[in-house]
């Protein structure tokens, strides 16, 4: 059974940092790209940040650009995502997902495992 868990969710102040974790388990995503995507409370779930498999491939939103970084940890089948400089507007539910593929996308039908996601706040 494949799982994904997200971790490092909270409430942090305007300005401030957080790293997500999200945690790979029950098979192996080898060759596989990994994403982060975001939902506000109304608003559909959106594209953050995607890593291929190596690492040496990374895809952001253009509007997150130079705030948030994505990096993953093979041997630790876990992935990150950095946040810094955080705003409101960043307040969302952030769910991790993986695909059997290694090419680096945005889309979110093209991932095939979901994480339940991790619960970000920012208070301004």
């Known amino acids: 059974q494949v799982q994904l868990v997200e971790s490092g969710g909270g409430l942090v102040q305007a300005g401030g940092s957080l790293r997500l974790s999200c945690a790979a388990s029950?098979?192996?995503?080898?060759?596989?790209?990994m994403g982060w995507f975001r939902q506000a409370p109304g608003k559909e779930r959106e594209f953050v940040a995607a890593?291929?498999?190596?690492?040496?491939?990374?895809y952001y939103a253009d509007s997150l650009k130079g705030r948030f970084t994505i990096s993953r940890n093979n041997a630790k089948n876990t992935m990150y995502l950095q946040m810094n400089s955080l705003k409101p507007d960043d307040t969302a539910v952030y769910y991790c997902?993986?695909?059997?593929?290694?090419?680096?996308?945005?889309?979110?039908?093209?991932?095939?495992?979901w994480g339940q996601g991790t619960q970000v706040t920012v208070s301004s």
């Open positions: 997902a993986a695909r059997t593929s290694p090419a680096v996308v945005k889309t979110t039908s093209d991932y095939q495992y």
């Open positions: 029950g098979r192996t995503f080898s060759n596989s790209a």
């Open positions: 890593i291929s498999w190596t690492g040496l491939s990374t």
